[in-house]
Nanobody, 124 residues
Framework: QVQLAESGGELVQAGGSLRLSCAAS????????MGWFRQAPGKEREFVAV????????YYVDSVKGRFTISRDNAKNTVYLQMNSLKPEDTAVYYC?????????????????WGQGTQVTVSS
């Protein structure tokens, strides 16, 4: 069982930056593939980024490539999402998720545990 808690979301102006954190409970964090997803009002949950267990395998949705960076610190049981050059269309609730599966997982249904989400609002 893994419990996830996101933090770092807030209101920011377009062009600004935010760093989201997701702290995980338990002693097996390094065995999980970690992903970030987001959901805007009236839209489906969307994949943003995924990082493999060791941190070397990473994949992003095209819309955030070059602007967002996912990373993890297995010693701190934490995964991060650094978001730069934010745009109004990045406004959403951001969720982190953990999966026992290998691979660059982009489908929400492949993840076993989810956090409660953190709100990111980008004003124009």
């Amino acid at each position: 069982q893994v419990q996830l808690a996101e933090s770092g979301g807030e209101l920011v102006q377009a062009g600004g930056s935010l760093r989201l954190s997701c702290a995980a409970s338990g002693r097996t964090f390094s065995t999980y593939t970690m992903g970030w997803f987001r959901q805007a009002p009236g839209k489906e949950r969307e994949f943003v980024a995924v990082i493999g267990r060791s941190g070397y395998s990473i994949y992003y949705v095209d819309s955030v490539k070059g602007r967002f960076t996912i990373s993890r610190d297995n010693a701190k049981n934490t995964v991060y999402l650094q978001m730069n050059s934010l745009k109004p269309e990045d406004t959403a609730v951001y969720y982190c998720a953990a999966s026992r599966r290998f691979g660059l997982l982009t489908t929400p249904g492949l993840y076993d545990y989810w956090g409660q989400g953190t709100q990111v609002t980008v004003s124009s």
